[in-house]
T-cell receptor
């Protein structure tokens, strides 16, 4: 059984650019959630995908978008990058999206916007 | 609004001392509460959830709805407990799991 993997581990982008982050969910999991963790803060929910459909969204602007593929891997896309988008982006997978489900987290992608 | 408050950024104790990491929440319904832990150079992982009512690695947490708290306790801290601890809630009113995290407490257990 493989765990949640994210790529790349680190990324530096310029303000205004676009970025795509990738996540492979744990084997057997059909739900992926994305979180943004700014320095010194707890993770903040961006959105969740369940069986290739967006299942819920947090307070993030539309320039944050995502995809889930038939193999349940996922992408997070951020357009028109801003300096405040600099953060650790975490992907979490689970079996179903029930409220008491255990979420399995990846190691994260550290995005720096300059 | 859903909110989780962890008032202590850092908690430093000696090995063998009791530990209590505080967590208070704000939510109008009945939330699901969790403690997640991140050990050095490892990923965030579930430590325990209130629905399971279990003790993991000697840690317990009781949901107190009157005080809206979910404090994490361990009677005798070990050096390997040193880590970052996050309290999180997931509201029942949503049809999916949206975890709301606190800002975390770093636990440092000294020999």
């Amino acid at each position: 059984e493989t765990g949640v993997t994210q790529s790349p581990t680190h990324l530096i982008k310029t303000r205004g650019q676009q970025v795509t982050l990738r996540c492979s969910s744990q084997s057997g999991h059909n739900t992926v959630s994305w979180y943004q963790q700014a320095l010194g803060q707890g993770p903040q929910f961006i959105f969740q995908y369940y069986r290739e459909e967006e299942n819920g969204r947090g307070n993030f602007p539309p320039r944050f978008s995502g995809l889930q593929f038939p193999n349940y891997s996922s992408e997070l896309n951020v357009n028109a990058l801003e300096l405040d988008d600099s953060a650790l982006y975490l992907c979490a997978s689970s079996l179903g999206g029930a409220r008491d489900t255990e979420a399995f987290f990846g190691q994260g992608t550290r995005l720096t916007v300059v | 609004a859903q909110r989780v408050t962890q008032p202590e950024k850092l908690l430093s104790v000696f090995k063998g001392a009791p530990v209590e990491l505080k967590c208070n929440y704000s939510y109008s319904g009945s939330p699901e509460l969790f403690w997640y832990v991140q050990y050095s150079r490892q990923r965030l992982q579930l430590l325990l959830r209130h629905i399971s009512r279990e003790s993991i690695k000697g840690f317990t947490a009781d949901l107190n709805k009157g005080e809206t708290s979910f404090h994490l306790k361990k009677p005798f801290a070990q050096e390997e407990d040193s880590a970052m601890y996050y309290c999180a809630l997931s509201g029942r009113n949503t049809g999916f799991q949206k975890l709301v995290f606190g800002t975390g407490t770093r636990l440092l257990v000294s020999p």
